[in-house]
């Protein structure tokens, strides 16, 4: 949910503020322009502090220096953050600054580098991981004005060129704008959000310029996508596909990039129901599509000169009387029959008619799926990495760059026809499930059968997007993870 933040840049360093951070290198010595604002004498005795509180200047270290310890011009607050040895990571310096600064206070901020002023990018990241760490789902905490959560209203950074910070601020806030629709879609109850309510606040892009179609289970009927319907047949909601175009690029006919979302709202197995245990979890089954969305509003925001469309498969998968069972056999969009061997393996099902409609109608480029697939990727990779699985080295080495540059990182895993035959089903041409060995690669060997042979990469990010732990850029649960590596990829390679 939105902190509206005041985000400044500044060229000099008198503007005042409640709290002064400064940046300390190693041994805790102060930037320069940081000693310069606070003046000689009180540089000396934060130094003097520094040394008697052990404070060394380690990446992620800090001081905290209230009014009342008489430095600097009372009633300011000074925090000494260390920015270590090294390069800085400037989106994490933002966060760690955000989650430090005095509780409960409206705060400005003034930064200053041991190097001095920040340049236009290093400030522009400093102020999206900054937004990103104060981000709070609190829509459903009635006392939340109790908490004493730091709530600042505004930042202010010292940079030699603030024209140039602003011009690559704008950017990251359209980004933000994606990260946080996409957390506050993963975070939403599944009561909210169901596939009607999904659909309709992907449909709000359409303020951005980005062209919307809602396709309902009527019109889901008529392309054939059985394969997805069956997921949805057990529940009291309407299944639903998303279609959300941005046309950029200078040719609005040019091939676009693809990208598909699995959005089960929420996973309770189905007939194979799943053990109570953190069942609630699955509410965020749906962060693949919501990657998608956000990413999508990233691309229109910023106006990325790319045709890009996003595609999202939205379901809700219940156990009912007319739920789908093991032993039924469904015809995909695609031709292909599929005999249900586990109702729980609901995502692959959903994306086979997605991609398979994806590839179909709009011919694209290349074809990125994401999708909370599978528990075992998260046994195979845990939460730094998310599974990637392609059938394009050229695609699948553009995303892994992505990820190394945004800190989404994704981990090739292989693809091989060896693991065909363990779907090898009786009764239909392909199973849904085959065991539990290798069962991320074989989730993906499933999904290779819908995309016909279009340069695709599918992202299982079960372990990444949703359940996440608390980070120096995220308050935990809903990550965003996908949005900043989708747009990144469509900025370094499918732009201009
Ligand atoms: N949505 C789950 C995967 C998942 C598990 C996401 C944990 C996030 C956290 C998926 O639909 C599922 O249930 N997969 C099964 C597949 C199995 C039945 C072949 C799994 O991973 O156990
Ligand atoms: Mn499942
Ligand atoms: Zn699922």
Known sequence: MSQSIKIQFVADNEAFSPVLVLFAGKDGTLAEAAAKRVGKAVAARIKAVATTESFSGKAGSSLALPAESGLGDSPVHLLLVGTGEGETDFLRLGGQVQSKLPKGRDASVFCALPGGAFDAVAAAEFSLGFRMA????????????????????????????????????????????????????????????????????????????????????????????????????????????????????????????????????????????????????????????AAVVGAMHALAARKAKANVVGVIGLVENMPDGKAQRPGDIVTSMSGQTIEIINTDAEGRLVLADVLWYTKTKFNPKVMVNCATLTGAIIVALGVEHAGLFSNNDELAANLTKAGLATGEKVWRMPLAPEYDKIMDSKFADVKNSGGRKGGSIIAAQFLQRFVDGCPWAHIDLAGTAMGSPVTDISKGWASGYGVRLFDRLVADHYEG
């Open 134 to 289: 104060a981000y709070r789902f609190d829509r459903y905490q009635t006392k939340k004005g109790e908490e004493t959560d730091s709530k600042p209203g505004a930042l202010s950074l010292l940079v030699d060129n603030p024209a140039a910070a602003r011009k690559e601020a704008k950017t990251r806030e359209a980004i933000y704008g994606g990260i946080e629709l996409a957390r506050d879609l993963v975070n939403e109850p599944p009561n909210v959000l169901t596939p009607a309510e999904f659909a309709k606040r992907a449909a709000g892009l359409e303020k951005l310029g980005v062209e919307i179609e809602v396709l309902d289970e009527k019109a889901l009927k008529k392309l054939g996508m059985r394969a997805l319907l069956g997921v949805g047949q057990g529940s009291e909601q309407e299944s639903h596909v998303v279609v959300m175009k941005w046309l950029g690029a200078k040719d609005e006919k040019a091939a676009p990039v693809a990208l598909v979302g699995k959005g089960v709202v929420f996973d309770t197995g189905g007939i194979s129901i799943k053990p109570a245990e953190s069942m609630e979890d699955m509410k965020g089954d749906m962060a693949g599509a």
